[in-house]
């Protein structure tokens, strides 16, 4: 099952898109670090979009954009 979340993100001129944090019911996490960026499918949750393999709060994580929706998975 996905789990949408809330991300607050930053757009750069170029139209990239950087996620900057997650929100997840009241707690907010910090995206650490962002470690790659592509085209992927979710092999736990279903669905393709754009796979942010990130750190959050020191842990990795795979934030898929579904066309105008967020979903968290973990890596492992």
Known sequence: MK????????????????????????????????????????LKSGGAGIRYTCSIAGRLSYLFLEETRWFLEPAC
């Open 3 to 42: 789990r949408y979340v809330d991300v607050i993100a930053m757009f750069d001129t170029e139209g990239a898109i950087r996620p900057l944090a997650i929100k997840i019911g009241d707690e907010r996490f910090e995206v650490d670090r962002v470690r790659d960026i592509r085209p992927a499918a979710s």
